[in-house]
Antibody
Framework: QVQLVESGGGLVKPGGSLRLSCAAS????????MTWIRQAPGKGLEWVAY????????YSADSVKGRFTISRDNAKNSLFLQMSSLRAEDTAVYYC????????????WGQGTLVAVSS | EVVMTQSPATLSVSPGERVTLSCRAS??????LAWYQQKLGQAPRLLIY???TRATGIPARFSGSGSGTEFTLIISSLQSEDFAVYYC??????????FGGGTKVEIK
């Protein structure tokens, strides 16, 4: 079955770095655009970054631009989010999600991985 | 940036009741709107896309309507498993992709 599994979350100090991974299975990963979406504790959903199926096109939210980088390895069916210069306000559960079609809405989500930024 | 506003923030409902959730966009997004359901401790689940198309496996009691700036999600007869937070998301003008703040449907 279609599955996304995130990993790499944890506790990090302000200014630190972390790399999140998302392992995909059950579908042809290289056919799909992918995204990262986060959710701060008790808050709503916030889109973070988006990548085309080839990896040639990426977009990111202004709140993370210049600090977070989305990438993918289609040979390994994996999506990544490299996070640097982390701030307290980056504390959230980070979800990877699959874009269902030509326009970005998301039909499959991982279980999420928690990133906590605190000294 | 397109701002999505959902109302009400919380809805107290009894099982079996009809539920109407609203989502408003700060500018027209055509029909480029999705609805998600998120239960406590779980990832969101896609319910509706293109404003009115049910996603795979979504029960017929969920329906979406609207276009432009005003959208509605209706649950025709609320079941116990439907108590959750519901989010709308526009994908007409992006980046950024934007979500509404959510409507929590709780037991009355």
């Amino acid at each position: 079955q279609v599955q996304l599994v995130e990993s790499g979350g944890g506790l990090v100090k302000p200014g630190g770095s972390l790399r999140l991974s998302c392992a995909a299975s059950g579908f042809t990963f290289s056919d799909y655009y992918m995204t990262w979406i986060r959710q701060a504790p008790g808050k709503g959903l916030e889109w973070v970054a988006y990548i085309s199926n080839s990896g040639n096109t990426v977009y990111s939210a202004d709140s993370v631009k210049g600090r977070f980088t989305i990438s993918r390895d289609n040979a390994k069916n994996s999506l990544f989010l490299q996070m640097s210069s982390l701030r307290a306000e980056d504390t959230a559960v980070y979800y990877c999600a699959r874009d269902q079609g030509l326009l970005p809405h998301f039909d499959c989500w991982g279980q999420g991985t928690l990133v906590a930024v605190s000294s | 940036e397109v701002v999505m506003t959902q109302s009400p923030a919380t809805l107290s409902v009894s099982p079996g009741e009809r539920v109407t959730l609203s989502c408003r966009a700060s500018q027209s997004v055509g029909s480029d709107l999705a609805w998600y359901q998120q239960k406590l401790g779980q990832a969101p689940r896609l319910l509706i896309y293109d404003a009115s198309t049910r996603a795979t496996g979504i029960p017929a009691r969920f329906s979406g309507s609207g276009s432009g700036t005003e959208f509605t999600l209706i649950i025709s007869s609320l079941q116990s498993e439907d108590f959750a937070v519901y989010y709308c998301q526009q994908y007409s003008y992006w980046p950024p992709l934007t979500f509404g703040g959510g409507t929590k449907v709780e037991i009355k």
